[in-house]
């Protein structure tokens, strides 16, 4: 009998997987455009301002065909056959399923099964509760324990790049390079960035143990920290000389481009003449913010980037606005540099604009779209690849640096790579 039982609810799951296309059809979906990533990729596209695009190639398409279309008969006849047998099973479930079961989480789950069933880690069915917080993180304010972590997509291992000096993490001595294996009593080595995210956060003044790996000490640590509001603060800067700058960017968030065009101001007003743009460890962000972020860097008119769809449209993005800093520029990156970061680099790189220096980026070179569903759940859907300026796709590639190098987690006193980009502007 349990076998029987089993075998009907695998029947239930794949059935209902192939019903999501058609409820995705045929329910209606409102696009919020967005990217994310890398991220902790993960934010909204939409912006305020009307930035200059051009397609590269015929008129936009419309959007998929309704499956009532007749030009369309046969994947409607499809669409319809896969609701009709799902519907069937729901049925059957409903009046001989002898056991207790929420159907409600039954159809979530089934929903993240199907996309989850793509194969691609940035793509994922989400509740309304879970596409609320995943819009609060592209806003820049949370409340959480205040770090910053990022995924191997390959291993799946979630490392903390950042801790935020207004956060419990740092209050309790939680360090960048710890790598986060428990969430209270569950084990997290195997889940999305996105599921620990929403286990760590929580309600205000509530508590939660987070267990750590520390690779320099050989050691497991559980911390346990209290979740408060926590504003993030992703642009940090100062003078290393009478005329070279350092700032570093470790997302792209909605508050960042406020951030970044006070710190550059800033900076201008203490006569910074050469700049050093630290963006390592930066996962990305909300692509208007790096196309804001670029127009303070670039010439008006210049190509910032162009994203290609699943039917071949092209849509090319440019700078909107006179430069607010024209001077020598060089930017860091490594490895954890992805999608806004690479876009960024990618653009300041092929305009001749930056020197780019340190390590290859990650290579995440495709656009995240939301789609929000009609009960308020939504789901984050990869919808377009991206090029550089020069046309070149980094996806699982990344950008190369014009002058290797890197910082030493041996000597915590010197980065060495800002010596070396110090240097460089120096010479010049």
């Not at 049925?91 to 979530?108: A, G, P």
């Not at 320099?216 to 700058?245: C, G, N, S």
């Not at 968030?253 to 963006?279: P, Y």
């Amino acid at each position: 009998m349990e076998e029987k039982n089993n075998g009907f609810l695998k029947g239930f799951w794949v059935g209902f997987g192939v019903f999501l296309v058609c409820a995705l059809l045929i329910g209606g979906i409102m696009v919020m455009q967005g990217i994310k990533g890398f991220e902790r990729w993960q934010a909204s596209q939409e912006t305020e301002d009307v930035r200059p695009t051009k397609p590269s190639n015929s008129a936009k398409p419309t959007d998929p065909a309704d499956p009532a279309d007749p030009a369309g008969t046969d994947e409607a006849d499809e669409y319809s056959a896969a609701a009709q047998r799902f519907e069937e099973v729901m049925e059957y479930v409903d009046v001989y399923f002898v056991l207790d079961y929420d159907k409600e989480e039954m159809i979530n789950q089934a929903l993240k099964a199907y996309v989850d069933a793509s194969d691609d880690p940035y793509s994922e069915y989400m509740t309304a509760e879970e596409l609320a917080k995943t819009m609060e993180d592209s806003d820049g304010s949370y409340c959480g324990i205040g770090v910053q972590i990022q995924q191997s997509t390959e291993t799946m291992e979630t490392t903390i790049t950042r801790v935020f000096s207004n956060g419990s993490a740092m209050e309790e001595g939680m360090k960048a390079g710890d790598v986060i294996i428990r969430v209270g009593d569950e084990d997290v080595r195997k889940i999305s960035i996105d599921d620990i995210v929403a286990l760590v956060r929580g309600k205000e003044g509530t508590t939660v143990n987070v267990t750590v790996y520390r690779s320099w000490e050989d050691k497991e640590i559980t911390f346990t920290l209290t979740r408060r509001p926590v504003q993030v603060d992703t642009v940090f800067y100062e003078m290393l000389t009478d005329k070279i700058a350092y700032l570093q960017l470790t997302e792209f968030d909605m508050v960042s481009v406020e951030q970044m065009e006070e710190a550059l101001k800033a900076l201008k007003k203490e006569g910074c003449e050469q700049l050093i743009l630290d963006i390592r460890d930066d996962p990305g962000g909300r692509l208007d913010s790096v196309l804001d972020i670029a127009d303070f860097f670039l010439k008006k008119d210049l190509l910032i980037m162009s994203m290609e769809d699943k039917t071949g449209y092209v849509t090319e993005c440019y700078s909107n606005s006179k430069a607010l800093f024209t001077g020598d520029l060089v930017v860091l990156a490594n490895g954890y540099s992805a999608s806004a970061s690479e876009v960024l680099t990618g653009a300041l790189k092929d305009h001749g604009r930056a020197v780019v220096m340190g390590e290859k980026t990650f290579g995440k070179g495709i656009v995240q779209g939301f789609f929000t569903l009609s009960d308020g759940s939504g789901i984050k859907l990869t919808t377009e690849h991206w090029m550089t300026p020069s046309g070149e796709c980094i996806d699982k590639i990344g950008i190369e640096p014009d002058i290797e190098g890197a910082d030493d987690p041996a000597t915590e006193d010197v980065d060495e790579l800002v010596e070396q980009a110090k240097e460089y502007l120096q010479k010049k």
